[in-house]
Nanobody
Framework: QVRLVESGGRLVHTGESLLLSCEAS???????GMWWFRQAPGKEREFVG?????????WLGDTVKDRCTMSRDIAKNTMYLRMSNLKPEDTGVYYC????????????????WGQGTQVTVSS
């Protein structure tokens, strides 16, 4: 089992930057890939980005790719999402998820979810 804990969410103003973290614990040796999602009030969950844990390759969603970067620190078992030039539409709860095998990663089968961290962007 892997447990995920997000942190870093807070109230920010339009145009500011923010760094979110997702720390994994437990059977982290099995980590294959991780994702960031977000959900705004009254809206469906939205894909933000994904990272291959071993190689570090990332893929970001179209709505954030020009303003966000993803990275991970294997030694700290932590994934990061750095967001810049934040907009009110970036408001929502940000969740991380993990896959513990290549099969699950490429089939988008999530083995673990975090509890989420709230990001609020005021205009």
């Amino acid at each position: 089992q892997v447990r995920l804990v997000e942190s870093g969410g807070r109230l920010v103003h339009t145009g500011e930057s923010l760094l979110l973290s997702c720390e994994a614990s437990g059977r982290t040796s099995n980590l294959y890939g991780m994702w960031w999602f977000r959900q705004a009030p009254g809206k469906e969950r939205e894909f933000v980005g994904t990272i291959n844990w071993g190689g570090g390759g990332t893929w970001l969603g179209d709505t954030v790719k020009d303003r966000c970067t993803m990275s991970r620190d294997i030694a700290k078992n932590t994934m990061y999402l750095r967001m810049s030039n934040l907009k009110p539409e970036d408001t929502g709860v940000y969740y991380c998820a993990a896959a513990l095998s290549a099969e699950n990663y490429f089939n988008r089968q999530y083995d673990a979810w975090g509890q989420g961290t709230q990001v609020t962007v005021s205009s």
